[in-house]
């Protein structure tokens, strides 16, 4: 079964620090978003990203996050500078044109620290 | 956005039918409601999908009432690696399958020996 690849797996980085978080979307998928999940709250909604450019974004896709697809494959989500309210697990999940729903990935845990 | 009520908890009996109920009363004729689980922190997985009929496939069944002010998830034979947390989503007006999940705080089956 095709999978969303997310790496790393878990990353710890100090506050202020720009991460990076990256996503294998399936392969021939067109839409992409990003979710977030505090430990032990909802998994809430970021961003969602279609034919290069942002369809929809929540609150909490403030200025200091940013996605893109730089090579044509991966899909990242950038933080500018991390905040410790920023440590969540974080899910990539992507939608082929004829799927009914999206795949998730396994998520990136960041720890900021 | 329609709303969902799902009960936080329920058990279920390894091998017992698991029957998980949803409320959505708000819900308007062309919304669809979904179906999700996250098992233990992992990415949330889609289970099911309908607008006004049953829908049965290999992971469970989905009983609409007439009104379609609720369902009913059912997984016919639980077994221990179906201990998750379940969403009942209903999509926000307008998405079709493109758009956004609201994730509410779902239904936490623990299905036991």
Redesign the interface.
């Known amino acids: 079964e095709p999978e ?1 690849t997310q790496t790393p797996s878990h990353q710890v980085t100090q506050m202020g620090q720009e991460v990076i978080l990256r996503c294998v979307p399936i392969s021939n998928h067109l ?1 992409f ?1 990003w ?1 977030r ?1 505090i430990l032990g709250q ?4 970021l961003v ?1 990203f ?1 034919n290069n450019e942002i ?2 974004k ?1 609150e909490i896709f403030d200025d200091q996050f940013s996605v893109e697809r730089p090579d044509g494959s991966n899909f990242t989500l950038k933080i500018r500078s991390t905040k410790l309210e920023d440590s969540a ?1 974080y ?1 990539c ?1 992507t ?1 082929g044109g004829n ?9 990136t845990r960041l720890t900021v620290v | 956005d329609a709303k969902t009520t799902q009960p936080p908890s329920m058990d279920c009996a390894e091998g017992r039918a698991a029957n998980l109920p949803c409320n959505h009363s708000t819900i308007s004729g062309n919304e669809y409601v979904y179906w999700y689980r996250q098992i233990h922190s992992q990415g949330p997985q889609y289970i099911i999908h309908g607008l006004k009929n049953n829908e049965t496939n290999e992971m469970a069944s989905l009983i609409i009432t007439e009104d379609r002010k609720s369902s009913t998830l059912i997984l016919p034979h639980a077994t221990l690696r179906d201990t998750a947390v379940y969403y009942c989503i209903v999509r926000p007006p307008g998405s079709g399958n493109t758009g956004k999940l609201i994730f509410g705080q779902g239904t936490t089956l623990q299905v036991k020996p």
Do not use: H, I, R, T
């Open positions: 969303v839409y978003y979710y999940q909802k998994v809430e909604f969602s279609y369809s929809e929540s697990m899910f999940a939608l799927q009914v729903s999206a795949f998730f990935g396994q998520g």
